[in-house]
């Protein structure tokens, strides 16, 4: 049987989660790597073509997913309306308020092609999105939390860089026990942000920097620091590659609803050493999806939330059903 | 608006928590309850009408979804394929050896009747099984477990009943922690049943009787209990009534995986208080999706893995993907 030919749109950390894990997919086969760098400078962990994104038409009938392995505030926006009129595509697009728009976007462009572009996969949005679906749905007298960490938060790390005198910096989002074990115990609280997470600082200053000045700055940004309880720790470079290099995350979804007089909890939970290794997990797992979906002519853009989750396996029914059910 | 209409089809616990719980789904309504009894002695909680199961018949347009809330030994095997001749169906088939041969006969007459009979929902089998599905494919690479508890089984505790001198008795299933947790540190341990639950047994002895031989009895039966580490504690009629009358259960579905050198935890888990409610809250759930799949013309038997998530929420799209992706 021929395999599921896969390309890699962009080569940071997703795309080479995505290149390492492949081989675990007996149906998948990785058949290019495009980039916009100069492909000569791209040291890949394959032997598989690195192509320059400009050449991607030629590969129009050599792949049949893309998976979009760019980042979601400027590459996907642009990216995924472009090859959705050439590819099936896969990405990982989390600019939540800015999902409706992208939808409407990707699906006049995938439907005109006859292609499928599913969206937003990963774990949130993704497994996290699904299971409050299937939790609302199942218990509609009820209420859902959702809890991140503990994980690095990119667009806080960054934060911290930009504060003059910061050389390095490490942003962990933390979920509060004490929060999450009152909504374990069905207590329906209400919480404020600052109530569900804290966030801990690895920092790096530079020479002489004023560190009392830095740790103000920190804790009084407002949006990304000023509501929550935050704690600074100055480190040095060596201690912060040695022991923050890795980039772990996890999270929780807990729905806690009742029937009648009866309390029922569901709760997932993601405990992840690598962010960006599961997420590409994730995309390998749905490509096959997409694949499945255009030969069946369902095209246009998708969200986890339409697709079959038999379609996810490359078993048969008989087999899932003898085997998982 | 029309609503769907429902009919239950077996009324004991299963059958009373779809009466209770029906009206938290605005688009549903209860249409009638069927039994095998005499209608005039079954005393039901709202003023639905109660119909003798030989005039089903008539029913045949006036039901949108049949739930079929009898029991897996003897009641669905023979009445879900007959149902599945005049009504799209839904129902908590759990003899998990014998759904591959269950899933064939109800899926022949379903097609031939053009109806949808969606088979074996709930929580095990049902979202246990989806979550093992959907661990697996996301990390091939992987071990799931399953653990139940706490909770009562019901043919552990027919099986204390029928030993001599036995009066009544209530079985708890209760997951190990210590076998929980090894899973969960990711190292992936084989477990015997007996390792990964243990067995705790309220008996009310008749006066005058053995315990210390009602005793062993238990604690050496075949299958039951010989592989489990049991514990047998004799109590009073009144004790049992006050104490162990509720029905809670739950579980965990546990999957430790890995991309590359690094491991990944995806935990999934019920806290139930009532078993019986809980499930019929998920029949409820999956009736809508039943309906809706029908007239989509996707008929035949379906099983939880071939529905698309969308299909069980009552909310469009475009809701969907801004509240909950």
């Given amino acids: 049987m021929s395999k599921i030919r896969i390309g890699i749109n962009g080569y940071g950390n997703l795309g080479k989660g995505v290149e390492k894990n492949i081989s675990k997919y007996e149906d998948l086969e990785l058949v290019a790597i495009f980039t916009r760098r100069d492909p000569e400078s791209l040291k890949v962990l394959s032997n598989t073509p690195v ?39 896969i990405d990982s697009f989390d600019t939540h308020a800015k999902i409706p728009e992208y939808f409407k976007t990707v699906n006049e462009n995938a439907v005109n092609s006859n292609k499928t572009s599913i969206i937003s996969i990963g774990w949130d949005p993704g ?5 409050r679906l299937y939790d609302n749905c199942i218990l509609p007298e009820g209420k859902t939390y959702t809890f991140w960490g503990k994980g690095v938060s990119q667009g806080h790390s960054d934060a911290i860089r930009r504060i003059d005198g910061v050389k390095n910096a490490i942003q962990y989002t933390i979920p509060i026990d004490e929060a999450i074990n009152r909504v374990r115990n069905g207590e329906n609280p209400e919480l404020t942000t600052g109530e569900k997470h804290l966030r801990e600082c690895f920092v790096v200053a530079e020479e002489n920097a004023d560190k009392t000045r830095i740790e103000k700055e920190i804790k009084t940004m ?16 060596e201690k912060l590659k040695l022991s923050h290099s890795k980039m772990p995350h996890g999270g929780f979804v807990i729905h806690s609803g009742k029937t009648g007089e009866n309390n029922h909890i569901i709760e997932y939970s993601l405990k992840l050493d690598s962010n960006p290794e599961f997420t590409s997990s994730v995309l390998l797992t749905f490509a096959r999806a997409a694949y499945k979906m255009n030969k069946m002519g369902q095209v246009g853009a998708k969200t986890i939330f339409d697709i079959p989750p038999i379609m996810l396996s490359n078993k048969t029914s008989e087999e899932i059903i003898k085997q998982l059910l």
């Fill in 127 to 131: 497994m996290f999105s699904l299971l």
């Fill in 222 to 237: 407002p949006n990304y620091f000023d509501e929550y309880h935050t704690e600074v720790h100055f480190i040095t470079e």
């Fill in 51 to 89: 192509v320059n994104i400009k050449d991607i038409e030629n590969w129009k009938d050599k792949i049949d997913v893309m998976i979009m392995c760019g980042g979601s505030a400027t590459d996907l926006p642009k990216q995924v309306p472009e090859m959705s009129k050439m590819f099936n595509t």
